[in-house]
Structure formats: C-alpha cells, structure tokens
C-alpha cells in the first residue's frame, strides 16, 4: 500500500475537506528516546484504504479536531493511551467513540499483544522492525522510514473488524468500548521527574541508608543534566549503573584507576563524585531527601 507525505497546511486542509469515511485509524511516532521534551513527530492515519503521513512540524493538526469529536466516526489506535497523550501535547483534543485494538486483546488473549504479533498471527506478515528506535524528529526522513511508519496504520481496520465479531461473540464489547472511551480524558503527556519511582526502585535493589541516599541525589543529578543537554536521563547513564555506584560508592569515590570501571561512569565521573562527596559533607537525618521511615 502506498502512502501520501502531506508537508503543508494547504494539503491537509484537501484532504480533511474531502472526508468521508465512518472511521480513521489514527497512529504516532515521537522522539522520546533521543531528547527529554519529547514532541509529537509523525500523526499516520488511514481511512477508506488510502494512508497519509503528516508532518506536524510543517502542517497543523488541530485540523482534525472535528473528526477526533466527531461521535459517528470511529477512532481506530493501537496503544490509544500513548498516541491520544501525545495528540494532546500539540492540542486539547477530545475524542468520542474510540476503538483500542490493544484494549480488546486483553478481553480476547487475556493480555496485550503487540501490533508486530497481531499482523503476524492474523495476516502472516512481518512488519520490519528495523525503524523502531528511529530518532523520528530528524529530517528528512528516508522513505523506507515513512513506509515503516505507514505500517502501523496500514492494518488498524482489518484488526478492529475481527476483534468487533470476537468481542460481540464474547459478549463484552460494551463493557469495552466504555473503557476505550475513557481514554478520551488522559492527559498530555508530560516530562516530569518522578521521585517516587527511584524510591521504589532503591527499595528492590535493597539499597541502605547512606548507598540510598547517594542514589536519590545521584538521580536527582542525572535529571538535571538531562534537562539541560535536552537528552532522555538513560543517555547520561542508565539506573542500572547509578545502582552499582550507590552500593560501591566509596569504592569509586577513592578509585586510582578508572579503567576498570564502565565507560559510562567513566565519562561522568567528575559529577558522580562531587554528587557522592556532596552526600557526605550533608548530615543524614530524617529530614534529609526522604524521611527514614520510607527507608
């Protein structure tokens, strides 16, 4: 199936004047895994067989406000959760009469399945996953790239019509469409540094006391640095390294020799030890980053 790349206002504004289709398969692609503001990159939607393949840095999407509101038209999402958050960052869309083909695996297998295994399992077709990580915010995109994209909208109706039948037959389709239609109220996505979940994260890897501490500042560090390089934290460097560092902290902090640590720590080794050299020079007591009790 062929796709159409619409660069312009003029263009989307053609295409959305000529609609005319019961329902719109709708996906996305982000750069959340290259920069830490992540922002909205490709929308991909297919409707009556035909794909196109917007580039919102070049056309305005808040076009399809009528249509994402529009009850008698079916949203078609795999993952409706990310894509609809995503949507959200650009405007504050709200979406009637949405059909999450991810929601409706958990009715029918009991758990979600991945697009790649649906088109596999009903179509026996692989979709290339070489694309995957792309960095989507880099332009131009090569046309292998946008054909990828275009994929993961390419079988959305053909998916939603099986699952359609599966689901009346097994009696839960209004129960499912009441849960697909409360996604219309997730929030936009948000990049936001949740403390909460390095708490949890110290608890599993059983970090204590002065180790916990040197992990939350050391996050907390990460985070910064992150911020102002424009970069995900996992590309300072991963959890599972500031976990290694927290439970051998003065060991790295009197190390001679480097070169026997990873090549990540290494590289971040000036701020991972004026972190820890800070951690020491502060008085641990319960007001000090969490209180004991959380410990």
Not at 18 to 24: G, L, R, T, V
Not at 25 to 45: A, F, H, P, R
Request: charge should be positive; include cysteine.
């Amino acid at each position: 199936m062929n796709y159409t790349l619409i660069e312009s206002n003029q263009k989307l504004n053609e295409i959305i004047q000529d609609f005319n289709s019961d329902y719109i398969s709708i996906d996305t692609e982000s750069n959340g895994l290259y920069v830490y503001y992540e922002k909205l990159c490709l929308v991909q939607i297919e409707f009556n067989g035909n794909v196109f393949i917007i580039d919102p840095f070049k056309a305005d999407i808040s076009i399809f406000e009528k249509i994402f509101e529009n009850p008698d038209i079916e949203k078609i999402f795999h993952s409706a959760y990310s894509d609809i958050s995503t949507l959200k960052k650009v405007k504050e869309f709200k979406f009637k009469n949405i059909f999450d083909i991810m929601i409706a695996t958990k009715y029918i297998f009991k758990k979600p399945v991945s697009l790649s295994n649906l088109v596999k399992k009903y179509f026996n077709i692989e979709l290339d996953k070489r694309y995957q990580k792309l960095n989507w915010g880099k332009r131009p995109l090569s046309d292998n790239s946008l054909r990828y994209a275009s994929m993961d909208v390419m079988y959305l109706k053909k998916l939603r019509d099986i699952f359609f039948k599966n689901l009346t037959d097994a009696d839960c389709y209004e129960e499912f469409k009441y849960t697909c239609n409360k996604l219309s109220d997730v929030l936009p996505k948000v990049t936001r540094f949740n403390r909460d979940k390095y708490i949890s994260m110290a608890k599993r890897y059983n970090l204590q006391e002065f180790g916990y501490y040197v992990f939350i500042k050391l996050v907390e560090e990460r985070e910064n640095i992150a911020k102002n390089r424009n970069i995900p934290p996992f590309r300072v460097i991963t959890n599972e390294l500031l976990i290694e560092i927290a439970k051998n902290y003065d060991e790295i902090l009197n190390a001679r020799d480097l070169s026997l640590y990873n090549v990540c720590i290494v590289r971040n080794i000036d701020w991972i030890k004026n972190t820890i050299k800070n951690v020491i020079k502060t008085e641990v007591n319960e007001n000090t980053f969490i209180n004991k009790k959380d410990l």
